[in-house]
């Protein structure tokens, strides 16, 4: 599986676009906004959309889904159904923020632990993983030794816990007992900022030591 991030939005979001390397068939993971930009880089890669995938329900990973979904006539997919709440709310997360509203947001398909999205030949693995939202979920693709994190963990960094329904302690619970244990050798991709691994997270992440 092959990769491309697009950075988006004033939140500096990244906007994942991966791809079988064999098919060409390609999905966009948390299409966060500046959808014409989002356009150029797919049609600039020459693959082709097949799925919208969101780890989570706020508006800086969501806001250019229903538009991407329509134009490229694919199904959105995920998170898990009890991020429902954040995407019913996105009018009001528009506001909270000064954004051009969002409608809310209802998936073609909740995503739940231990399930999986296919992206061409690729499959990429559903783990739950809450704490910055409840409905939290990541994509790891096993044979490629990627993880998509969304807001889970960061580079130096974890996800914010202060949000409605928001739990430090299951986030680094997340953490600690679902990522972690996949191996040093795993690289992430996370929903803001630079990529890191797992093994270099264990040991010099300040928020697991």
């Known amino acids: 599986m092959d990769y491309h991030i697009i950075t988006v939005t004033a939140f500096a979001q990244n906007c994942s676009l991966v791809w079988c390397s064999e098919t060409l068939e390609a999905a966009l993971v948390d299409p966060g906004g500046d959808a014409e930009l ?14 919208i995938l969101l780890t989570h329900g706020h508006l800086d990973h969501v806001g250019a889904a229903a538009e991407l979904a329509a134009y490229y006539g694919v199904e959105i997919i995920g998170p898990h159904k009890l991020d429902a709440f954040w995407l ?6 528009s506001q909270m923020f ?3 509203e969002c409608a809310p947001l209802t998936p073609d398909r909740w995503l739940e632990e231990g399930e999986t999205a296919q992206v061409g030949n690729a499959t990429l693995e559903v783990l739950h993983c809450p704490g910055h939202t409840p409905g939290h979920i990541v994509f790891y693709h096993r044979a490629g030794r990627l993880l998509i994190s969304g807001d889970v963990i960061f580079n130096g960094g974890v996800g914010r816990t202060d949000f409605p329904q928001g739990s430090h302690q299951a986030l680094i619970d997340s953490i600690k007992n679902k990522l972690l244990p996949l191996g040093d050798n795993i690289t992430f991709i996370p929903g803001h900022g630079p990529i ?12 697991l030591i």
């Open 38 to 51: 989002i356009k150029q880089q797919v049609e600039a890669k020459k693959v082709t959309i097949t799925a």
């Open 88 to 93: 019913e709310a996105l009018p009001t997360q």
């Open 98 to 100: 000064g954004l051009a």
């Open 196 to 207: 890191s691994t797992l093994g270099r997270e264990r040991i010099s992440n300040p928020f």
